[in-house]
């Protein structure tokens, strides 16, 4: 741990932010490294999700953005000043790049990206200590500033799995609809999902 938990108030949050709405994610299309823009109800849902985190009343936030365009137009429009992080990119889909999982189980029966490999993509251990290693970055600047991270559907559920001490496949357990936030943080020194896919 790079803080002493100790130091870090029970006030203090980090935000997942996820995307909004894009043509792919509305088609089921698994969007890793295709910089897709956003839709126009993504555009709206960003919009939404400013209002939603100016509400919480962060400290200071340091807000911190995967560099794909639907991420960074996300928090654009969300009024959040961001700086890139390529750390919080998707899921690297390898072969499975916009494909649907109805037509990856044609051909690998029962896949999911939780319990499966993505052939030519990231392995669930890198996409592990990916989580992990955001985490611990984002948790050391807790006891002075809270922390706003904009990304994406299945790396924000692996954030929210690791937070809450679980395998990376139990991030299969947590949904994030496009737009919605989650609110990290704890209580009384211990992590805790404070609200979940709020949207």
Not at 31 to 58: H, N
Not at 85 to 108: F, H, K, S
Not at 170 to 193: D, H, K, N, W
């Amino acid at each position: 741990m790079p803080t002493d938990e100790t130091d870090i108030p029970d006030t203090a949050r980090i935000v997942l932010l996820r995307h909004g709405v894009t043509e792919w994610s509305a088609a089921g299309r698994h969007t890793g490294r295709t910089d897709v823009p956003l839709a126009g109800a993504g555009a709206q849902q960003a919009a939404v999700a400013g209002d939603r985190i100016t509400a919480l009343g962060l400290r200071d936030p340091e807000v911190l953005c995967s560099p794909r365009l639907r991420s960074l137009r996300t928090a654009e429009l969300a009024a959040l000043a961001a700086r890139t992080w390529d750390a919080l990119v998707e899921w690297d889909y390898g072969d499975y790049e916009g494909r649907t999982t109805p037509e990856i189980r044609q051909q690998v029966p029962h896949w999911s990206v939780w319990t499966h490999p993505c052939p030519g993509g990231e392995e669930a251990d890198t996409v592990e200590s990916r989580a992990d290693m955001v985490l611990s970055i984002a948790e050391s600047h807790l006891p002075r500033r809270d922390v706003v991270l904009v990304g994406h559907g299945h790396f924000s559920r692996a954030l929210i799995a690791r937070w809450a001490g679980l395998p990376l496949v139990e991030g299969r357990r947590f949904a994030m609809a496009p737009g919605a936030i989650t609110v990290l943080g704890y209580e009384r020194g211990v992590r805790q999902i404070v609200t979940h896919n709020h949207h």
